[in-house]
């Protein structure tokens, strides 16, 4: 059937044409995400090497360390989604964040765009703030100043929000603490790996079905 000349001016439908004009900005979003994230890895070989502290010094390889690193994760995972069922008090502005800036952000993403991001951040973010900047202040003002300091500024790194940062440095020493429980920095980028994907996934794959029922 040939098309009539009023088909073939009408502009798309409002809605069809929000979703294809908003693509290439999310893919921007996605593709600085984890060159932003994994770009932390090389800032912290040339940071080591500026501090005698070669982020990736407390790394060995091991199955166990690394299941060991995903059981850490799930009291993060645990309290990310208690936080957001039950937000209280300063927590209700990070949940609307999260829903109505994070979660749009990264809405229609798969799971293997998660799994990039999530990686990208655990060991880009371990490498720098517990492979360099931990090591590097624990040898200086000892272990738990040094632990305390670099959660600090690991918050810091986070500043979306007062409240945010204080979840940010909360991780952070939560994360510093297991390095030095385990000795193993794998272990803590699975953790953080692993949060990060459980986080990502929850907000924009459960959430929205749970938020509709």
Known sequence: MTATPDD???????????????????????IFAVFFEAGLAPLSVFLGWLLSAPPLASFR????????GVLAAVPLVLLFVAMLRWPVGPLKRVESFCDLEAAPLFAGRSWSEFALISLSAGVGEEMLFRGVVQTSLSAWIGTQPGV???????????PISFTYMVLAAV?????????IFNQN???VMVAHAVY???ALGYLVKIRPRFNAS
């Open 171 to 179: 991780l952070g020493l939560y994360l510093g603490e297991f390095l």
């Open 61 to 68: 390889f091991s199955l166990q360390d690394a299941a060991l």
């Open 148 to 158: 305390v300091v670099a959660s600090l500024l690991f918050g810091l790194f986070h």
């Open 8 to 30: 073939q001016d009408s502009p798309p439908d409002d809605e069809s044409f929000e979703a294809h004009d908003d693509r290439p900005a999310r893919d921007v979003v996605i």
């Open 185 to 187: 920095l794998l272990s």
């Open 196 to 198: 990060d994907l459980a």
